[in-house]
T-cell receptor, first 113, second 113 residues
């Protein structure tokens, strides 16, 4: 059974720091992995999608990597800003009949001015 | 604009009064699903649909119904809502066979009193 773990659960950093959020998963039979951002009580915004055959994806200050064999993904945020404060969720798209997403519980990020 | 539209955004209702949350996507996606999000439990799948007239239970289907009569629409029906169904609900869609990522609606915050 696929399980997704995100570390750390919470993170508080000063503005300008580069930071890394971690996501690990137990079953490498995946279609892809997706990183989302969620502001408190709000919807889910897709940040990056990495297909299982890819190693990384970049969008602006964000870079996500995928190592399927070791069951790990990292989200790198460069030069963090207060507007980056949110919860970051990692979701693994399981291969198989359901094709459902398996979610981590998220990392709550606070970037302090 | 490619999007998933959920309505309503907020809903307060009383126990036992039937309600429907609508979901519509304009991307011609085959796959649609419903999730609920609760503090400490993360996102859990309620129901999913792989195509028109094909629906199946997710992890927490009790107390919910769905239908998929058209490709674009996937309503969530609560026949007799109870307070334990108070939650934040998300509808999502994706292309078939893991070809792309998921797009989520803005969420429906439901309170059952």
């Amino acid at each position: 059974k696929q399980e997704v773990t995100q570390i750390p659960a919470a993170l508080s950093v000063p503005e300008g720091e580069n930071l890394v959020l971690n996501c690990s998963f137990t079953d490498s039979a995946i279609y892809n992995l997706q990183w989302f951002r969620q502001d408190p009580g709000k919807g889910l915004t897709s940040l990056l999608l990495i297909q299982s055959s890819q190693r990384e994806q970049t969008s602006g200050r964000l870079n996500a990597s995928l190592d399927k064999s070791s069951g790990r993904s990292t989200l790198y945020i460069a030069a963090s800003q207060p507007g980056d404060s949110a919860t970051y969720l990692c979701a693994v798209h399981n291969a198989g009949n359901n094709r459902k997403l398996i979610w981590g519980l998220g990392t709550s990020l606070a970037v302090n001015p | 604009e490619a999007q998933v539209t959920q309505n309503p955004r907020y809903l307060i209702t009383v126990t036992g009064k039937k309600l429907t949350v609508t979901c519509s996507q304009n991307m011609n996606h085959e796959y649609m699903s419903w999730y609920r999000q609760d503090p400490g439990l993360g996102l859990r799948q309620i129901y999913y649909s792989m195509n028109v007239e094909v629906t199946d239970k997710g992890d927490v289907p009790e107390g919910y119904k769905v239908s998929r009569k058209e490709k674009r629409n996937f309503p969530l029906i609560l026949e007799s809502p109870s307070p334990n169904q108070t939650s934040l609900y998300f509808c999502a869609s994706s292309p078939g066979q893991g070809l792309g990522g998921y797009t989520f609606g803005s969420g429906t915050r439901l309170t059952v009193v």
